[in-house]
């Protein structure tokens, strides 16, 4: 009887092996050991890495005269994964095309289908705004075919960047230096970096004043400022102007107040993260680079293992330009806020963003796919990055549906002989929003009680000069609101637009802000002069317009590129006629070639800044540029400590007789010993400032701000 029952057990085992099952493929690893524990046994789920098919690197792959027909190759090292989707295509009972939820995942599925043969009229792709068991199973009860609109789109917008790139690059690598390249969208954030700088260059300052005075009634004292004269607003263009206003001042007699307004105020919750706020809103609270900030919103929506739950998607899908939010995630927020702050905190009409010229809504806000997974909640499974990002998404989500905070603020006006000053005063009467996701550290400012017709004294006046300022350079988060607001770009081009600028070296970040750098101008100048379209903001914003369109199937797009290419040839045409050659004076090292004698100079390569021959291609010299610190090497105390870089740019010491010696060390040598256990000290970036310390924890300094 036994043995009966094994045989039937492994006949079932054996008919269940040999099964097909149903193929789902998505972009990435991360995504399909996340998707792949929501749909079970029977669906098989792999990664394509990426796209699979693009346009050639070496040569312009359009075919311009046959209705800009794109040549597409399979990208080079793609082999094995293209081998491992047809193997796993042939064994499938049906295959889905799963990969992301906008017209670059349109794509790829597209150009997945496109190498397995799949009928693009099958019901065969699948979209998700957020990877969560109940959505993903959902999302597969009701497949669509691919959308060529959005295909279309993407196509458009792809060929029309390529024929930029592939037609203006050549040229400036003829005219002015090899390994340049000019771009649609980057050549409009470059030019936008330069005209701010320009702007800095011909600011002239003006001079200004004001008074800022203590007053006093009773034991009560408080801060006020000039106002005007004579009840209007007076601004003080010079010391001459100070002197005539306080010359009607008797610091001897009261002053009067005259008026006191008092107000409640209601201060609106934000709306909750669209791509652009939420990459300006981590480039300023969590000092994030878009590309850091990205990564680990990548990482949160495609799944994170947070123990018993298993892989959970944590946020929806993270390149959006609406604040919508689905009718499901607003009352689990009502309910969350009901049941952990009180029925006070949760709004029953959350704020309705106005989109932004251009903006697609085609997916709900950047949220937590659910409110109750709480920061606190799940901050063990996550690592730093991931943890200060989600929760900064979370509380915003959770701000954005609750109450308006309300603040009393209370204005008063001090005169004496016409003489005009103004005390402001705010207390915060209901926290609202304000409880979860605060601006900052907002200290109320009250004023002692005040009353029209009373008295008070002047304690002191401090007349101070000032002048105006310069526009500020572009932040990060700056420049993406700029590029928002100009409808440049949309949510996925913010971050490979900053980040190609600065690979190019046409601009570097210097305190956090952008400057551009001499390339940076030759290239925006030519580009100005003989492109002036590919910098002009209008026309690139309506060049997105018309990408929509064709998404919005308004409009074709093989008419779309014609009408674009035809007057952007003519001017190619034109610059390779008519510029000229561009000398870029290279700096001088200082010292000559050892090898020719020639002098050394200053070249900018893909890892940065070194020295080579002037000779050059007749001489290939080159050097490392090294930046010593001052301190002698602690471990053989003959070579110099020098300041290294990492590939990825990150700084760490090293002693100048490597290979002979292996000194290194992340942070940096301060030439002291430690007095207890005579490790060398270094000086280690700490919450605060600074401070020297020993590495074995045996000494430490006070922290320097």
């Known amino acids: 009887m036994a043995t009966k029952t094994t045989t039937k057990n492994k006949t079932t085992k054996r008919k269940r092996s040999t099964t097909k099952k149903k193929l789902v493929i998505v972009e990435s690893p991360a995504k399909a050991k996340t998707i792949s524990k929501y749909l079970g046994r029977t669906y098989s789920v792999i990664a394509s890495k990426g796209h699979i098919r693009d346009l050639p690197k070496s040569r312009m792959g359009i075919e311009i005269e046959n209705d800009f027909t794109p040549d597409y190759i399979s990208i080079r090292g793609k082999g094995d994964t293209i081998k491992t989707l047809k193997t796993e295509a042939k064994k499938a009972k049906e295959v889905f095309l799963a990969s992301d939820p906008d017209r670059e995942g349109e794509a790829i599925a597209w150009h997945v289908a496109h190498i397995l043969n799949l009928d693009v009229n099958d019901h065969n792709r699948v979209t998700f705004n957020e990877i969560t068991k109940e959505t993903v199973k959902d999302a597969f009860k009701h497949p669509r075919t691919i959308d060529m609109n959005l295909v279309n789109a993407q196509q458009a917008r792809r060929i029309i960047d390529r024929l930029v790139g592939y037609s203006i690059s050549p040229i400036l690598w003829k005219k002015v230096k090899k390994g340049l390249s000019a771009g649609r969208v980057q050549s409009v954030a470059l030019w936008i970096i330069i005209q701010r700088e320009r702007e800095i260059q011909k600011f002239q300052p003006e001079e200004y004043w004001t008074i800022d005075g203590v007053f006093k009634k009773g034991r009560s004292q408080f801060k006020a400022s000039f106002y005007g004269l004579d009840g209007k607003k007076t601004a003080l263009k010079n010391n001459d102007a100070v002197q005539a206003a306080l010359s009607r001042i008797d610091p001897k007699d009261d002053f009067t107040i005259t008026d006191v307004k008092k107000r409640e105020k209601k201060r609106q919750p934000p709306r909750p993260f669209t791509t652009s706020t939420l990459q300006q809103d981590a480039n300023k609270k969590l000092r994030f680079r878009t590309g850091r900030t990205m990564m680990a919103a990548q990482q949160l929506y495609e799944g994170i293992n947070i123990g018993k739950e298993g892989s959970q998607g944590l946020i929806t899908y993270m390149r959006t330009d609406s604040t919508r939010i689905s009718a499901g995630a607003k009352h689990e927020a009502a309910t969350f806020?009901?049941?952990?702050?009180?029925?006070?905190?949760?709004?029953?009409?959350?704020?309705?963003?106005?989109?932004?010229?251009?903006?697609?809504?085609?997916?709900?806000?950047?949220?937590?796919?659910?409110?109750?997974?709480?920061?606190?909640?799940?901050?063990?499974?996550?690592?730093?990055?991931?943890?200060?990002?989600?929760?900064?998404?979370?509380?915003?989500?959770?701000?954005?549906?609750?109450?308006?905070?309300?603040?009393?603020?209370?204005?008063?006006?001090?005169?004496?002989?016409?003489?005009?000053?103004?005390?402001?005063?705010?207390?915060?009467?209901?926290?609202?929003?304000?409880?979860v996701y605060a601006a900052g550290k907002e200290k109320d400012n009250v004023l002692p009680d005040l009353k029209t017709n009373d008295s008070v004294r002047l304690v002191n006046n401090q007349p101070d000069q000032h002048f105006t300022q310069p526009p500020a350079r572009y932040t990060e988060a700056a420049l993406i609101k700029t590029l928002e607001e100009n409808g440049v770009g949309r949510p996925s081009t913010y971050a490979p637009t900053l980040m190609t600028i600065q690979k190019r070296y046409y601009v570097k970040l210097e305190a956090r802000r952008f400057v551009p750098t001499e390339l940076g101008e030759i290239v925006n100048k030519l580009i100005e002069e003989y492109f002036p379209d590919i910098v002009n903001v209008d026309f690139t914003a309506d060049i997105e317009g018309q990408l929509d369109e064709i998404e919005e199937a308004k409009r074709q797009w093989v008419a779309v590129v014609n009408e674009f290419y035809q007057p952007f040839s003519k001017e190619v045409s034109h610059a390779e006629k008519k510029m000229e050659d561009v000398q870029i004076k290279e700096p001088l090292a200082g010292f000559n070639c050892e090898i020719c004698g020639a002098p050394m100079v200053e070249k900018m390569g893909k890892y940065g800044k070194f020295f080579a021959c002037s000779r050059f291609?007749?001489?290939?010299?080159?050097?490392?540029?090294?930046?010593?610190?001052?301190?002698?090497?602690?471990?053989?105390?003959?070579?110099?400590?020098?300041?290294?870089?990492?590939?990825?740019?990150?700084?760490?010491?090293?002693?100048?007789?490597?290979?002979?010696?292996?000194?290194?060390?992340?942070?940096?040598?301060?030439?002291?010993?430690?007095?207890?256990?005579?490790?060398?000290?270094?000086?280690?970036?700490?919450?605060?400032?600074?401070?020297?310390?020993?590495?074995?924890?045996?000494?430490?300094?006070?922290?320097?701000?």
């Not at 010229?357 to 949220?367: F, I, L, P, S, T």
């Not at 002291?672 to 700490?686: A, T, W």
Request: aromatic share 10%; glycine share 6%; hydrophobic share 25%.
């Open 337 to 435: 806020l009901h049941e952990n702050y009180g029925a006070e905190y949760a709004t029953n009409h959350p704020r309705k963003g106005k989109l932004p010229e251009g903006a697609q809504d085609a997916h709900e806000a950047v949220r937590p796919t659910s409110v109750l997974r709480t920061p606190k909640s799940i901050e063990k499974y996550l690592t730093k990055d991931q943890y200060k990002l989600y929760n900064l998404i979370w509380s915003r989500f959770v701000a954005s549906q609750m109450t308006p905070a309300i603040v009393d603020t209370e204005t008063v006006t001090i005169d004496q002989n016409g003489v005009d000053y103004r005390a402001n005063g705010s207390k915060l009467k209901f926290e609202g929003y304000l409880k």
């Open 617 to 705: 291609p007749d001489c290939r010299n080159t050097q490392t540029i090294v930046k010593e610190i001052g301190v002698t090497c602690p471990k053989c105390h003959q070579g110099q400590v020098i300041e290294r870089k990492t590939k990825k740019k990150r700084t760490f010491y090293g002693c100048s007789r490597y290979p002979d010696c292996d000194f290194v060390s992340w942070d940096k040598p301060v030439g002291r010993d430690c007095p207890k256990c005579h490790h060398f000290l270094v000086n280690k970036k700490v919450r605060g400032g600074w401070q020297i310390l020993c590495p074995n924890g045996d000494y430490e300094e006070s922290i320097i701000k």
